[in-house]
């Protein structure tokens, strides 16, 4: 069965730590591969995306994520955080050519100032 | 503005007593669905739709119907809503997949099911 994994579900860094959030996915097709952020009280939204080309790709706020094939991963990444960068994050995936998405079980980041 | 409007944000029922949550886009967006979010779960889709009156079903359906009449509106319909349908929804919508792809999502509704 399709599934998207996230390793963490809670973290918690210091501002100016560095940020690595895991994502797994099983899936047989090509998928496209997706990070969702949700800020307290706000929508969901878009933090990065791959469809194809680069498996390293770059986001807002100076996020980025790398598509490694061999491994099923698309693993989150920023050097920095930021207090800012609270919020739940989301991986999601779904199969090219279908509208099918599943997404992780999300991951609260917190922190601390 | 672009945007994707949920209505109501809260929603407190009983057992049985149908009900119908409204989703509505102005961006013309041939693709819309609904998720909802659970504790240690994350988003779950229920029903999506790919244009005017074509809807499939996602992962968890069960207990809920879509219709798509209009491009603009897709509602989500509880004709017997039981407790563990107390969740947070979410309506999306998108343009089709390509480069630009990317959910745009509304702000919720939180039903609870007495």
């Known amino acids: 069965a399709q599934s998207v994994s996230q390793h963490n579900h809670h973290v918690i860094l210091s501002e100016a730590a560095s940020l690595e959030l895991g994502c797994n996915y099983s899936?047989?097709?090509?998928?496209?591969l997706f990070w969702y952020v949700q800020y307290p009280g706000q929508h969901l939204q878009l933090l990065l995306k791959?469809?194809?080309?680069?498996?390293l790709v770059k986001g807002i706020k100076g996020f980025e994520a790398e598509f490694i094939k061999s491994k099923f991963s698309f693993n989150l990444r920023k050097p920095s955080v930021q207090w800012s960068d609270t919020a739940e994050y989301f991986c999601a995936v779904n199969a090219q050519g279908t509208y099918k998405y599943i997404f992780g079980t999300g991951t609260r980041l917190k922190v601390l100032a | 503005e672009a945007q994707v409007t949920q209505n109501p944000r809260y929603l407190i029922t009983v057992t049985g007593k149908k009900l119908t949550v409204t989703c509505s886009q102005n961006?013309?967006?041939?693709?819309m669905s609904w998720y909802r979010q659970d504790p240690g779960l994350g988003l779950r889709q229920i029903y999506y739709?790919?244009?005017?009156?074509?809807?499939d079903k996602g992962d968890v359906p069960e207990g809920y119907k879509v219709s798509r009449k209009e491009k603009r509106n897709f509602p989500l319909i509880l004709e017997s809503p039981s407790p563990n349908q107390t969740s947070l929804y979410f309506c999306?919508?998108?343009?089709?997949?390509?480069?630009?792809?990317?959910?745009?999502f509304g702000s919720g509704t939180q039903l609870s099911v007495l």
């Open positions: 899936y047989g097709g090509t998928v496209n």
């Open positions: 961006m013309n967006h041939e693709y």
């Open positions: 999306a919508s998108s343009t089709k997949q390509g480069w630009d792809e990317k959910l745009f």
């Open positions: 791959y469809f194809s080309g680069d498996p």
């Open positions: 739709s790919m244009n005017v009156e074509v809807t």
